[in-house]
């Protein structure tokens, strides 16, 4: 869905390549503070194998921006006065960030985004465990 007070840009919930395409094998160079991610979709069964319809899929991707590090940048959490306690997250971390946020590219056919270190909310442990239908309103 296209917003129009975005220009036409995509939301990151939007950005997102089917989960049986590989990772590329020879990544881009990521320069400086950025890290590279790639976003992971939102549930598509419930725990108890319920197929959940697409209506609310959107509903949850758009509560839910989430992706994998695939890269990070030789300079990321390099600054010590800003990440004292040093990294926030390393490859193959699962980290989510601003609905917003980040340079979108497609790199060998897979959906990429480009943001900077102190863009990542938070990190976890598995994206599935993130349940984010407790935010829906009926």
């Known amino acids: 869905m296209m917003n129009p007070h975005l220009g036409g840009a995509k939301t990151n919930d939007e950005w997102i390549s089917e989960e049986e395409i590989e990772d590329p094998k020879e990544l881009p160079h990521v320069p400086g503070f950025h890290l590279l991610i790639r976003p992971v979709s939102a549930k598509k069964k419930s725990k108890g194998g319920i197929i959940i319809p697409d209506k609310l899929?959107?509903?949850?991707?758009?509560?839910?921006?989430?992706?994998?590090?695939?890269?990070?940048?030789?300079?990321?959490?390099?600054?010590?006065?800003?990440?004292?306690?040093?990294?926030?997250?390393?490859?193959?971390?699962?980290?989510?960030?601003?609905?917003?946020?980040?340079?979108?590219?497609?790199?060998?056919?897979?959906?990429?985004?480009?943001?900077?270190?102190?863009?990542?909310?938070?990190?976890?442990?598995?994206?599935?465990?993130?349940?984010?239908?407790?935010?829906?309103?009926?």
């Open 57 to 138: 899929q959107d509903d949850l991707s758009y509560l839910t921006t989430v992706g994998r590090v695939i890269k990070v940048g030789d300079l990321a959490y390099g600054d010590q006065s800003k990440f004292p306690t040093g990294h926030w997250c390393k490859e193959g971390d699962y980290v989510c960030y601003g609905k917003l946020t980040g340079t979108k590219f497609v790199y060998q056919g897979v959906k990429m985004l480009l943001i900077y270190d102190d863009q990542v909310l938070m990190t976890i442990k598995d994206p599935a465990l993130l349940d984010t239908s407790i935010n829906l309103v009926a």
